[in-house]
């Protein structure tokens, strides 16, 4: 059984990994079907105990996603654009949300709700020589997949408007210096660099993972100190999981812990 709802996202399970490969001919663009796929698709791993990580890349060489099928915003339709802003958003949230760890293998263009996505995942590598830009005002629109929130939060303002605002495209040299990016790896690498560091998540126990990421997603909006109490108490929340005692007991014992994910 596919865990896929639509041929346009091809789902392929490896180890503890899910490997989501964003397969639209021509420029891997999102649609009113992709992007309900995707929303479900997440929320079908996030009840898969056996799936700590998840990658997304692009089908063929070209293109990670150039972003929103720009036909379905030709006849300037209020509503339509409603409803691809509500697909994107609850997509691209539900992304973000992902219980285990999210990884972007950049392996091609990655402009408008394409990189959006790719700024949903937790980590994102390069491979030399591509582009990402969100270059939606060159063509009357805003990025609404979460672009003008996301791109700042990781690159600061002065970058994330040299981008949005004056429709600059960064290669991935630069968007490794400016933080858009976390690795660059050569043309052709970036599944095997991204599914190597997927595979490290599988090392580690999946409950406390869940707890970090939701506690360094917090700590963008709380004050310190709520953070810092949040953090104590998700520390002690982890004493009634199966898998703390297995993790430390493994380290005791000198053994791999076998993950449990409860
Ligand atoms: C909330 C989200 C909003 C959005 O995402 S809005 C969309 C934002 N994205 C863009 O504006 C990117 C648009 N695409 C481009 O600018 C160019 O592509 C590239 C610079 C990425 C690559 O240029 P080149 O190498 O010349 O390729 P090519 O011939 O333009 O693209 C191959 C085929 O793909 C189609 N295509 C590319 N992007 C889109 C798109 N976003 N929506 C619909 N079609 C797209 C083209 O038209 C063409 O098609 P054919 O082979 O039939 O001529």
């Not at 789902?11 to 989501?20: K, Y």
């Not at 490290?200 to 709520?226: F, M, N, T, W, Y």
Request: hydrophobic share 45%.
């Amino acid at each position: 059984m596919s865990l896929s709802t639509s041929d346009k996202l091809k789902v392929e399970v490896r180890g503890h990994t899910a490997l989501i490969t964003i397969d639209n001919p021509g420029a891997n663009t999102w649609d009113t079907e992709s992007l309900p796929a995707l929303r479900e698709l997440i929320n079908t791993l996030n009840g898969e105990p056996e799936i700590f990580a998840l990658v997304m890349t692009g089908a063929g060489e070209k293109f990670f996603s150039a972003g929103a099928d720009l036909k379905l915003f030709a006849d300037g339709d209020p509503e339509q654009a409603r409803t691809m802003a509500v697909y994107f958003g609850e997509a691209f949230e539900t992304l973000a949300d992902f219980r285990g760890v999210s990884i972007a293998a950049v392996n091609g263009f990655a402009m408008g709700g394409g990189l959006e996505a790719a700024m949903a995942c937790d980590i994102r590598i390069a491979e030399e020589g591509v582009q990402m830009a969100l270059p939606e005002a060159k063509v009357g629109l805003l990025p609404c997949a979460g672009g003008t929130q996301r791109l700042a939060r990781l690159v600061g303002e002065g970058w994330a408007k040299r981008i949005i605002l004056c429709g600059e495209r960064v290669d991935a040299a630069t968007a490794l210096r400016i933080g858009l990016v976390e690795e660059v790896v050569a043309k052709g690498e970036s599944l095997t660099a991204a599914l190597a560091l997927a595979e490290k998540v599988g090392g580690q126990s999946p409950g406390a993972v869940a707890s970090c990421k939701r506690l360094i997603h917090g700590a963008r909006d709380i004050e310190i100190s709520s953070g810092l109490a949040l953090e104590r108490d998700l520390f002690v929340d982890l004493f009634s999981t199966e898998d703390q005692r297995e993790g430390v007991n493994a380290f005791l014992e000198k053994r791999k812990p076998q993950w449990k994910n409860r």
